[in-house]
């Protein structure tokens, strides 16, 4: 079976590189299912989980936004970060989710910007799924 080289970069250097049967992820226009020889593009990411299926095998990567480079026999995602399953601190996770929620719940008090703690919120999660891997 063909594979396609993916590599997931963030500006402290690189996450991932690998040969892998299938990538799936979520662009700001929808989902993408990527396998060798998929037409070229570009689209910007969403804060989500890339699936990256190998054989029987799926690793999972929590992505922070950043844009997906598709060429036919190549992927590159360039995150503004971007972490492995087993590499996220769950216990860190869930207080970055809690501090979150508690600054949306608080900012009609006080002069929170609610549009960063809702991304802050969806960073947390996103890490929380992928690291329970519940996506």
Do not use: C
């Not at 226009?29 to 299926?53: D, T």
Request: hydrophobic fraction near 40%.
């Amino acid at each position: 079976m063909k594979t396609i080289k993916v590599s997931v970069v963030t500006p402290d250097g690189p996450v991932y590189e690998s040969d892998v049967d299938m990538v799936s992820t979520k662009a700001q226009s929808g989902e993408l299912g990527i396998l060798p020889g998929h037409i070229p593009m570009v689209a910007p990411l969403q804060i989500g989980a890339v699936r990256l299926k190998n054989g029987g095998n799926t690793e999972l990567l929590a992505v922070n936004g950043g844009f997906i480079e598709v060429r036919p026999d190549q992927v590159t995602i360039l995150a503004q970060s971007a972490e492995q399953s087993e590499g996220i601190d769950i216990e860190r996770a869930k207080s970055a989710k809690q501090r979150a929620e508690q600054r949306l719940a608080d900012q009609k008090r006080d002069n929170i910007d609610a549009k960063r703690a809702e991304l802050a919120l969806q960073r947390a999660v996103n890490r929380i799924s992928v690291a329970e891997r519940r996506i």
